[in-house]
């Protein structure tokens, strides 16, 4: 790793912490090998986080698996996609009255002992969601494929020109939010593959947002979802949706934030 | 002019789709809100079946000279397109209240467990 950025303390959480309620959102589908290792490296970073895994309808023992390792599990009784799952997480941050709620995905490609790192702008006040990118500087361990490494230029391209504010990674699920933050997902997210879509969003409900570099590992276990032919209809999805997206005009209160 | 044939056929079987959904409609097997578009698509196509004249004067309008009755598709194939379109839209809701019901039976079945657990 070229750069290192304040490794003194890596796994201490920031002093700010204290007195806040604050969850973690694990999404996972039939992530029974990696998920163990996600927890355990989420309580290293933090022993009062929350830990809620969201079970997006595994056919593995993803839950017993979660449960034994003592994390609260959220399980959908079938799958809903990602953006689905990980709602489910932010309406169970929002209802318990979280301050604070990271999403780490149950894969174990986001290192939770960087999580300092994406929970600084936000404990700091200057973001409402925090984005760990994995391209803000070229911090290497993060290898995809080519198409797809195209495809998420080409996006944050386009959402950078959208949103008016320089954008690397616009599909990257590793993320910290605040109040105003959950509340906004909590009550709109989009589906199928929501990072981008609720990247636009965010800026829309005039929220801010800000990136944090942070290198990504290899996947744990399981599977990816995107493949070959899905980043294809990824990315025609994905710009049909911001595009229509520009145009509508309700954009949906936001109730219930303070 | 529309053969006699054609118009004959086309007035049966459209007041037939009328008859169907109407059928439908009585045993609780069909939503009124669904099948206002099929009654509509029913009854124009009826009436332009049977309304011989008029079929011709609108197939003059549209310059539609050598076979009238090519009016009659048109008209059937739009009203297919719409009422396709509007399952389409049910569809969307559909899955999108399905996922609202997913989210608040995994975050239910949590909350019980919870409870559950704590009491024992």
Do not use: C
Not at chain 1, 195 to 211: D, G, K, P, S
Request: a positive charge; aromatic letters at 8%.
């Amino acid at each position: 790793m070229p750069e290192t950025v304040e490794r003194s303390a890596p796994d201490a959480p920031p002093v700010s912490l204290a007195g806040l309620r604050r969850v973690a959102i694990v999404p996972a589908l039939n992530e029974e090998a990696a998920l163990p290792r996600v927890i355990d490296e989420l309580r290293a970073f933090d022993p009062g986080l929350d830990i809620v895994v969201v079970d997006d309808g595994s056919g593995d023992r993803t839950a017993e698996v979660a449960e034994a390792k003592g994390a609260r599990v959220l399980r959908l009784p079938f799958n809903l996609g990602i953006g689905g799952a990980v709602q489910t997480g932010f309406r169970f941050a929002f209802e318990n009255d979280y301050d604070l709620a990271v999403r780490v995905d149950g894969d174990g490609q986001h290192d939770p002992s960087q999580l300092a790192r994406v929970l600084e702008p936000v404990l700091a006040g200057d973001a409402d969601i925090a984005v760990g990118s994995r391209f803000v500087a070229s911090e290497g361990g993060y290898r995809s494929s080519r198409p797809r490494r195209v495809g998420i230029r080409m996006l944050a391209w386009t959402v950078s020109r959208i949103v008016g504010q320089r954008v690397t990674d616009t599909t990257s699920g590793f993320q910290a939010l605040n109040r105003r933050g959950i509340a906004l997902f909590a009550r709109d997210y989009p589906h199928d593959y929501p990072e981008v879509e609720a990247t636009v969003m965010v800026f829309r409900h005039r929220l801010r947002l800000q990136e944090v570099p942070v290198a990504m590992r290899e996947r744990g276990g399981g599977r990816s979802s995107i493949t070959a032919l899905r980043s294809v209809y990824y990315m025609v999805k994905v710009l049909l949706a911001i595009f229509v997206g520009l145009f509508r005009r309700n954009v949906v209160p936001q109730e219930g934030i303070e | 002019m529309t053969p006699l044939a054609v118009s004959i056929a086309g007035a049966l079987a459209s007041f037939t789709l009328v008859l169907v959904v109407l059928e439908l409609i009585r045993s609780h097997r069909l939503r009124e809100r669904y099948a206002l578009l099929w009654l509509v698509t029913g009854l124009v196509l009826t009436a332009l079946s049977a309304w011989r004249g008029g079929l011709n004067t609108i197939a003059g309008w549209f310059g539609v000279r050598s076979y009238p009755p090519a009016v009659l598709f048109a008209v059937g194939l739009l009203f297919i397109l719409a009422v396709l379109l509007h399952y389409s839209t049910v569809i969307s809701r559909l899955s999108d209240q399905n996922v609202v019901l997913a989210q608040r039976l995994a975050l239910l079945e949590s909350e019980l467990r919870g409870r559950e657990s704590r009491a024992s």
